[in-house]
């Protein structure tokens, strides 16, 4: 965090040390992990996204929670190949007055939990919409996970499965109907996203043989430490 | 001596494996067994891909450390293919291969780790190879009689090979067996050539020699390779790319060179051009080349190839340019310390004060006002006359000169646009041609050319110019429209958030300058307006009405004029991120963060209360989250909404009514200015660097593409900054490289295409720039190839100022019987035994035969009542005379002998008497 300190007197708009990119970025105040995945879950209003993550991260379901203002976030640290892999889970408002504001954040995602809820039909309709604002704003290699909520509401379930599944393999991506209020399939999300994401991410270093080399970096090493502390994710 | 010997130890003991030579060949077998390389069990194949596959293993023997490694070209792959190969095919599969490798030459590349492939037309290969040279005859002797063994116990169907000698020579010697046939793989390396072998008809004759075929032989077929290095390859038309720094000379000065980077090498980048003069085939007679005359003409060669040498040190002016910047990466100065100017700007050294007060106006225009005292004296290090000219180029509106206006659409290219990758697309983008692309080439150029002084003088006068355009209201061009967009690197985004506070103080001080009655902010429809409305309840600031929607109160609901979310950069955005991050996830942090975040609301909800008077809380819901609206209910707030606390209801609670116009602002762009303002000028140089290198970058490919680089093939996300950086400029680097590589091989080629043969005018081409001949070959190649009734034979001999011979010569290993005697010995093992002395092709063999039924099995495949045989191969083994068969068998401890381990093996439990003879020969 050296350039941290060298320009923190300059203005708050300072970007060095905290404007990389922080996939890999360890916080240097909680070195009680191996990584750090942000995760975002968006979606249409009142799909579920607040209980959804209340019930991940704190095992926990309440009928109503209050509707998120702007954007929130959760920590949970999961385990994977004996790596501690800490996950930043941020909930974001699903008005669209909120768009401005959440799209904001999309960057520097790793993945995102895409999420409709199977009793209204419009929040199903928007999904396209919301992969183009991930298409736009996050970045090229960010993985998403589409989910169809409240799959427990059986008797007034409007978008099929069938319909879910169709959308997501025309989206490329993966896709679960879950219950955040049975607690169906909630997990298995997040699981299988920190997945695909170490998956992407060991696929790219393959690709990237010229930065395994290392060439002429040696020294630069050491000034941002928390930036190159481990290429070769085994999470 | 006189201890009891358990005769069961000796039964179950090994004795085959007690010394290191036999651990070491044990161990070979072991490896060619686990890699399945019996003649049984090798998969057939019939295609292949080009690539060669390797696996490996190390033995360590007489403190030499072996590595033997199986090198095959990986088969295409066809599912459910069980066929294994057979004696028959493996051997067809070698010589078809030996046949035609004759089409390529020695010092052609194949991708296989050791040439021999390449040599002989080897499709799969052993190698065994030691890290030190195996150079005395004594220990390569016993190598290759390990080898040999190894290979003939386990029916191994992979030709195998030592290196040997100094490893620089390539000097292989290998064999290959099968009970019919043996080839042998020979290399001879010698530092001078013989006079025998520096010409064909001695090569032809010594060939002939080696074959020693009892009849007459069909004409031998050669091919030959004649090398020419062309040294003096500046007569090669050779165009000169751009000059760097040509425009620092006032004379040659135009701005129009400062558009483009510099690229391509300055100097000539190929080291020489290697011209091949290839006869693919012809009879020995036809072509005579021996001591005394030679009719070999390389300008009658059929084929001419030709493949050019860069240097190793190809000095790229594009990367040079590039690298310097990056260099900077590693400076943490403030960039103004380099003109001393930090102090009268009001900056301070970083490196001394880690935490820094919130900036005040006032000290801000402290700033400002020194600039117009002790800084307008400042005299930069660029000569007005090349300064002011890059000025107009990057702000080109300040002129009335158009020469170089920038477009009217400024094009952000989109990410994902075409699936090609493009060279460096990772890097974040800027409008291509815009100011950020300007500024950035025209100060990597002027880094370049006078160092970090003129860098310095370059960023003072930009952010001058910022400051100044910033006080007159004057939008910055180049630019792109809009807020900051973050696909684009962040000094663009500085420079919209720039643009955006610009605009807005612009139309601020216009609207406030104007009236002061807020007429103009709500515009209500002609028959409302005449409605009798109480004053202090008269709506502003509506936008329009929210389809037929209507308030709980019947009054049509009306959408308000709200204030836009502020504009910010992707640094301001992680700041934001960051500070909430640090809030930590629990309940009360998550109610501070919502309250942080309703700052918008509540201007928001402030904004309808003063559009819809009388409002209540279920309309600005029905308005702005609809699903938490229940119309069913007769337009009930949802169940979250009514939740005791929520920071809707208290927020709605303390809203007054307050149209956009007249709220704070949730966007100060005084402030926002001020703070771009100092953000650019108080950078350090390697800040500084990063701000400017996305966009040297991008131009930098956008060059290379233009010169004809491919695409990029590097994906790269999710790294930081600076490693981003490195793997652009390697990519750039690369394709410079190549673009400089291709361009030579047009001005040698012209039409035609490297790696195929020259046509006529190529071959004239080529002559003319030798200077009408060609100078004496470098190195000549000829390559002999007969068929015998055995097989092709085939010998290889290169000739440079060194000498090298290769051939692989096939014998018959079938035997030649000579003698058959019933063995003299009084154990019955041996009644009815014959000893039957053979004389291989390369070996002599003792063979003792045992009848039918001897009682002994089979050491190999177990089964009684055969006629069983033990080889000991004598032409390696020194036997001595009179020796007998035993002692030859239990003898081999001395190093040079081999034996046959499963004859001993065989012996060791079928004669336990005899055993002792192994372990303890001192028991007898």
Redesign the interface.
């Known amino acids: 965090m050296k350039n941290k300190e060298d320009t923190s007197s300059t203005t708050s708009g300072d970007e060095m040390a905290g404007g990389g990119d922080p996939k890999w970025q360890k916080d240097a105040a909680d070195q009680n992990f191996d990584y750090m995945f942000k995760l975002l879950i968006i979606g249409n209003s009142s799909v579920g996204k607040t209980s959804f993550l209340f019930r991940y991260a704190d095992d926990s379901f309440t009928s109503a929670f209050v509707s998120t203002v702007g954007i929130d976030f959760k920590v949970k640290t999961v385990f994977r190949h004996d790596k501690r892999v800490k996950l930043q889970i941020w909930d974001t408002a699903g008005q669209e007055r909120y768009r401005t504001i959440t799209t904001a954040y999309y960057r520097g995602a790793m993945g995102f939990i895409l999420m409709y809820d199977i009793t209204n039909e419009e929040s199903f309709n928007s999904v396209q919409d919301w992969v183009t604002q991930i298409k736009t704003y996050s970045w090229d290699n960010a993985q998403v996970i589409l989910v169809g909520n409240k799959c427990d509401m059986e008797e007034e379930r409007v978008v099929s499965a069938e319909r879910g599944r169709q959308l997501a393999e025309q989206l490329g991506v993966e896709f679960y109907e879950t219950s955040a209020k049975e607690n169906i399939n909630v997990k298995a999300v997040f699981e299988r996203l920190v997945d695909i994401i170490c998956d992407k991410m060991s696929e790219s270093l393959d690709s990237e043989p010229a930065m395994l080399a290392g060439g002429a970096r040696g020294q630069r090493l050491t000034e941002q430490p928390q930036g190159n502390s481990n290429p070769n994710c085994n999470c | 001596m006189n201890e009891e010997i358990d005769e069961y130890d000796i039964y179950h003991q090994d004795f085959t494996t007690v010394s290191e030579w036999e651990v070491f060949i044990a161990r070979l077998e072991e490896i060619l067994n686990d890699w399945k390389l019996t003649k049984t069990k090798l998969l057939r194949f019939s295609e292949y891909t080009k690539k060669w596959i390797s696996k490996s293993e190390d033995i360590v023997f007489q403190g030499i450390r072996f590595k033997i490694s199986y090198n095959m070209l990986e088969p295409i792959d066809k599912k459910d293919n069980n066929d294994t190969t057979d004696d028959k095919f493996i051997f067809q599969e070698i010589q078809t291969g030996l046949w035609n490798s004759a089409s390529k030459f020695m010092d052609d590349l194949d991708g296989s780790p050791y040439p021999v492939s390449n040599w002989f037309g080897l499709k799969r290969y052993l190698m065994l190879c030691s890290d030190i040279p195996l150079v005395e005859g004594s220990i390569i002797k016993l190598v290759m009689s390990s080898i040999n063994i190894a290979f003939a116990n386990v029916n191994c169907g992979v030709p195998v090979f030592a290196k040997i000698r100094e490893h620089w020579q390539h000097n292989y010697q290998g064999l290959y067996e099968d009970h019919e046939y043996k080839v042998s793989f020979d290399t001879i390396h010698l530092k001078r050539i013989s006079n025998q072998c520096s010409h064909l008809s001695g090569l032809v004759s010594l060939f002939k020699s080696k074959i020693a075929s009892p009849v007459a032989l069909d004409a031998v077929i050669v091919s030959a390779k004649f090398s020419y290095e062309l040294k003096d390859s500046d007569s090669f038309a050779w165009r000169k790319l751009t000059r760097s720094n040509e425009f620092l000379s006032i004379d040659g000065f135009d701005v129009k060179k400062l558009i483009q980077l510099p690229f391509g090498s300055e100097k000539n980048p190929v080291a020489s051009v290697l011209l091949n003069a290839i006869w693919p085939k012809f009879r020995e007679s036809t072509i005579v080349d021996s001591s005394t005359f030679s009719d070999i003409d390389p300008i009658m060669a059929p084929i001419w190839m030709v493949s050019l040498q860069l240097r190793d040190q190809i000095n790229c002016q594009l990367s040079d340019t590039v690298s310097k910047v990056m260099e900077l990466?590693?400076n943490?100065f403030l960039l103004m310390d380099t003109l001393g100017l930090s102090r009268s700007l009001g900056l301070?050294n970083?490196?001394h004060?880690?935490?820094?007060a919130?900036?005040t106006i006032s000290k801000l225009v402290k700033a400002a006002m020194g600039q117009s005292t002790n800084v307008s004296e400042f005299k930069g290090p660029i000569p007005d006359d090349l300064l002011m000219p890059l000025l107009y180029y990057v702000f080109p509106d300040a002129v009335d000169d158009n020469t170089f206006n920038y477009p009217d659409q400024l094009e952000i290219e989109y990410?994902?646009d075409g699936s090609d990758n493009k060279l460096c697309n990772?890097v974040k983008t800027s409008p291509q041609g815009g100011l950020v692309w300007r500024l950035s080439v025209t100060a990597a150029r002027l880094y370049d050319a006078g160092g970090l002084q003129y860098l310095a003088h370059l960023w003072y006068e930009f952010t001058q110019e910022l400051q100044y355009r910033w006080e007159h209201r004057i939008l910055v061009p180049g630019v792109a429209e809009g807020a900051p967009n973050?696909?684009t690197c962040?000094l663009h985004q500085?420079l919209q958030l720039l643009n955006c506070c610009i605009a807005r103080a612009a139309e601020g001080s216009s609207i406030f300058a104007g009236n002061s009655s807020e007429d103009e902010f709500y515009d209500c429809s002609e028959s409302e307006s005449t409605e009798e409305q109480p004053p202090w309840d008269r709506p502003v600031g509506r936008l329009h009405r929210l389809e037929d929607a209507s308030l709980k109160n019947g009054a049509p609901l009306y959408v308000p004029r709200t204030q836009?979310?502020a504009p910010?950069?992707?640094?301001?955005?992680?700041?934001d991120?960051?500070l909430?991050?640090r809030l930590g996830?629990d309940a009360k942090a998550?109610e501070l963060?919502?309250r942080?975040?309703?700052a918008?609301?509540l201007s928001?909800m402030e904004a309808f209360k003063a559009a819809n008077p009388g409002a209540e809380l279920c309309d600005f819901v029905q308005w702005?989250?609809?699903?938490?609206w229940m119309p069913e209910d007769g337009g009930a707030l949802?169940?979250?909404?009514?939740?005791p606390g929520?920071?809707?209801m208290e927020t709605w609670s303390v809203a007054r009514p307050v149209p956009a116009v007249r709220q704070r602002r949730l966007f100060d762009e005084t402030r926002e200015a001020q703070?771009?303002l100092?953000?650019l000028r108080?950078?350090?140089v390697s800040?500084v660097a990063?701000l400017l290198l996305p966009a040297i970058l991008r131009a930098g490919a956008a060059k290379a593409i233009e010169e004809g680089a491919s695409g990029g093939?590097?994906?790269?996300?999710?790294?930081?900054?600076?490693?981003t950086f490195?793997?652009a400029a390697?990519?750039i680097y690369d394709a410079e490289r190549e673009a400089c590589r291709s361009l030579c091989v047009r001005t040698v080629f012209g039409e035609g295409r490297e790696g195929e043969p020259l046509d006529v005018a190529g071959r004239a081409r080529i002559l003319a720039a030798a200077g009408g001949a060609l100078p004496p070959p470098t190195r000549r190649e000829f390559t002999l190839r007969v068929r015998d009734e055995l097989a092709p034979q085939l010998m290889r001999a290169a000739l440079a100022t060194d000498l090298t011979i290769i051939g692989a010569f096939t014998e018959r290993t079938s035997t030649i019987f000579v003698r058959s005697e019933p063995v003299t010995s009084c154990d019955p093992c041996y009644q009815r035994a014959r000893i039957v002395v053979v004389v291989g092709a390369s070996e002599i063999i003792l063979r003792v035969v045992f009848m039918a039924d001897c009682g002994r099995w089979c050491d190999r495949c177990g089964r009684a009542g055969q006629a069983l045989c033990c080889d000991v191969s004598v032409s390696a083994a020194r036997i001595g005379v009179g020796e007998c068969v035993e002692c030859a068998c239990a003898r081999p401890r001395s190093p040079g002998a081999p034996r046959n381990r499963s004859v001993a093996r065989w012996y060791a439990r079928s004669i336990p008497g005899r055993a002792r003879f192994s372990s303890k020969p001192d028991n007898k």
Request: glycine letters at 4%; a negative charge.
């Open positions: 990466l590693d943490n301070v970083p490196l004060k880690i935490t820094e919130p900036i990410k994902g990772y973050a696909r962040l500085k836009d979310p910010k950069t992707e640094d301001q955005l992680e700041e991120a960051e909430m991050v996830d998550s963060r919502a942080m975040m309703s918008s609301l928001d702005y989250s609809p699903r938490d949802g169940a979250r909404m009514l939740l929520n920071p809707w703070q771009v100092h953000f108080s950078r350090t800040a990063e093939s590097v994906s790269v996300g999710g790294i930081d900054k600076r490693r490195e793997v390697r990519e």
